[in-house]
């Protein structure tokens, strides 16, 4: 349909502008010329640049930039597929207990004074291995839907693993650990290096590519349980792949972002409420959103104030009267 | 198309033990409400598991506990219509129709786009989102899904239960259709005797988890026995009839049946064509010579066959009419005051008026 390509189009478009303003704003500023200058040179130009600009654009802002893409998109898609899959507006892709696994996992390693390195790869880990937990419980559970089963196992074991998280907080030395810690759960995309980005990058392209190829099944898990079985859908199996599929995004977000909220829950309906709820239309738009909007409140993170604040602190502020603006305008909802 | 089912299986305090084989087009599952045909509809599509027992489809086994064969539901290429034709709502009628064939592989699709349309009258909605259509058109779209999926058996689980009576009518019409139409075998579970008696070729009667009868439904439906499991206001015996004419003056048709002539008002039929007629028993009086200066169009000479023997006042008289069997439901007052017995020779009174559109199917 016409209005969709143009969504498309001008969520992309967004999007480049945003990428060209990420690199061009900071204490450093980098006029768009300087920065066309240097695509130039290291596309096999010759004019050298002044090393202070290539390191800044390349060195600093650029993987932080691509950091807030991928974060934004992962979230975005892994929401937009678990929204889909629980039939339910409310879901994000914590539902399952990503989240609370990956800080349990991050929580410890720095309890544990392990490295940075450590410190994600447990995060990651945990994050996996909450999901797991939590899928292999949830599924056992005959005599009850197996969604709903599978929502009160995340939810429990999430709170569980708060507690578990709360009492390694308790204990933890105030002077060095704590700090961490806190700086740690309030998410930051500040300290994110490329070497963190080879890691996570290809871990969650790993995840969106099911989804993508299993776009058109997506669809009809939201028919009801029986008929999708009928029409020849293998729930049980598609759940599980996009259970993965989501986590995997997810946990790799997490592990070198931290935790922030609210892009996985409202970006998928943000792009609902233009695109309509087809999963092949719904996911690109709600990664394209998503990409978007967290590299503009990332963005704003880094400018607004002399020191840094952390996203999940402005992700509400700027996306709330941004969703409202476009619930209001539009005329479909879920 | 043979379908052969011998299952067990406890739900809580209910248990099912249906055993039942059918060579036939429609096989109807036939009971009241609970009675465990919608629960024996999904142990053959495989949305639930029996404890124990048979399930085989034309040759093809989907579940034997003893061999250790279980087919999940997704890969038994079954073609299901629930109750409320759920359509994506997001999508066009068109791709909600696509969807159906999407996990068929090319090799064995058997069922065509066009087919599908023209057996059921959608090409026009095509382009249509369902909160456009009516509930008819839906369950005709979600009749369509279920047979672009080309599948082994066609599974329909009280289609018309959500229509109000002109769509009934309407989709009947459809699946009529669909019956002479569509060479795999087709399992109809209703409570509406009306439904069953216009569509199916085998009657299974279902009551309280099991299969109490099994056979021809022109045959169950003139058994005084199973008077009480039919439905007594809605039952009544079901013959084969063709028209012969059609007098457009006084907008009655004259059916023949073999057991005589039969009058029934806006017939939508042709010349020739077969029919399928029910008369209902309470429709039916009798009298011991025909009648002068009535109005009874229709006066069918037979014998009486047999006699209920129910408590009430009122019973229920089969009649033999040139080897057909006909019910007529009547006050045991009047059995004793005609002197009615087996074999005494009468007269059955039918208001042409009585054989209506809800009565009449095509054959």
């Known amino acids: 349909m016409k209005t969709h390509a143009a969504a498309y189009a001008l969520a992309a478009v967004v999007l480049a502008a945003l990428v060209l303003l990420a690199l061009a704003l900071g204490r450093y500023p980098v006029s768009v010329v300087q920065l066309a200058t240097l695509a130039l040179d290291k596309l096999g130009g010759t004019r ?41 507006p409310l879901v994000s892709p914590d539902i399952l207990g990503v989240s609370s696994g990956a800080a349990l996992g991050a929580v410890l390693a720095i309890f544990l004074s392990l490295g940075a390195v450590a410190v994600q790869a447990f995060a990651f880990a945990g994050g996996l291995a909450a999901v ?18 599978l929502v009160l196992t995340g939810v429990l074991i999430g709170t569980l693993l708060g507690s578990a998280i709360a009492l390694l907080t308790y204990l933890a030395d105030p002077s060095n650990q704590l700090p961490a810690i806190t700086f740690w759960l309030l998410g930051s995309l500040a300290s994110i290096a490329p070497r963190d980005l080879a890691i996570a990058a290809p871990l969650a392209l790993l995840g969106l590519v099911p989804m993508l190829l299993l776009r058109w099944r997506m669809n009809l898990l939201a028919l009801p349980d029986d008929e999708a079985r009928a029409l020849g859908v293998d729930t049980r199996r598609l759940r599980a792949v996009v259970v993965a599929a989501a986590t995997l995004m997810t946990a790799a977000s997490v592990a070198i972002g931290g935790i922030i909220g609210w892009v996985g829950l409202l970006v998928p309906h943000a792009a609902r409420l233009v695109v309509g709820p087809d999963f092949g239309r719904l996911l690109p738009l709600a990664m394209l959103i998503g990409a978007a909007f967290l590299l503009a409140v990332d963005t704003l993170c880094r400018t607004v104030a002399p020191i840094e604040v952390p996203p999940g602190v402005l992700t509400a502020f700027i996306g709330t009267p941004f969703f409202l603006w476009l619930f209001a305008a539009s005329r479909r909802s879920w | 198309m043979r379908i052969e089912v011998e299952v067990d299986k406890r739900l809580g305090a209910f248990r099912v033990a249906a055993r039942f084989a059918s060579d036939a087009g429609v096989t109807a599952l036939f009971g009241r409400s609970g009675s465990g045909k919608t629960t024996l509809l999904n142990l053959i599509a495989g949305l639930a598991r029996p404890d124990r027992g048979r399930i085989s489809v034309d040759g093809t086994a989907f579940f ?141 009667l279902v009551s309280a988890g099991e299969v109490t009868e099994v056979g021809p439904v022109a045959e169950l439906a003139a058994r005084l026995d199973l008077r009480p499991q039919l439905g007594r206001f809605e039952g009544g015996a079901v013959l084969d009839a063709r028209v012969a004419e059609q007098d457009l003056a006084s907008g009655l ?76 439901r009547i006050t045991r007052k009047s059995v004793g005051a005609l002197g009615l017995a087996p074999g005494r020779p009468v007269y059955a009174l039918v208001k042409a008026v009585a054989i209506d559109r809800h009565s009449v199917g095509y054959a």
């Open chain 1, 48 to 88: 050298p640049l002044a090393p202070m600009i290539a390191t800044v654009v390349l060195d600093i802002r650029g993987p932080r930039v691509l950091s807030a893409v991928l974060v934004g998109a992962s979230l975005a898609a892994a929401g937009t597929a678990f929204q889909g899959m629980f039939r339910n």
């Open chain 1, 132 to 149: 797991v937990l939590v899928y292999l419980i949830g599924s056992r559970l005959r005599g009850h839907d197996p969604l709903l089963a």
């Open chain 2, 64 to 204: 034997d506990s003893v061999r250790g064969v279980d087919i999940p539901a997704h890969r038994r290429r079954i073609g299901y219509v629930f109750q409320e034709g759920r359509l994506l709502p997001h999508l066009t009628v068109r791709q909600n129709l696509l969807y159906g064939r999407f996990f068929t592989p090319e090799a064995e699709r058997y069922e065509s786009l066009e087919r599908v349309l023209a057996l059921l009258d959608i090409g026009h909605l095509l382009e249509r989102r369902p909160h456009r259509l009516s509930g008819g058109e839906k369950q005709r779209v979600a009749i369509g899904r279920a047979l672009l999926a080309s599948p082994r058996i066609l599974l329909l689980d009280e289609p018309l239960a959500a229509l109000d009576s002109a769509r009934k009518s309407e989709i009947l019409y459809y699946i009529e259709r669909l019956r002479d139409e569509v060479r795999i075998p087709i399992v109809y579970v209703s409570h509406a005797l009306e439904e069953v008696v216009r569509l199916a070729d085998t009657l299974v």
């Open chain 2, 253 to 328: 048709a004259r059916l023949e049946f073999a057991g005589g002539t039969l009058y029934a008002p806006d017939v939508d039929a042709l010349v020739g064509e077969r029919l399928r007629v029910r008369i209902r028993a309470r429709d039916v009086s009798l009298a011991l010579t025909p009648p002068r200066d009535a109005s009874f169009l229709n006066v069918i000479s037979g014998t009486v066959s047999a006699i209920g023997d129910e408590p009430g006042a009122s019973v229920d008289v089969r009649l033999d009419v040139a080897g057909t069997p006909l019910v007529a």
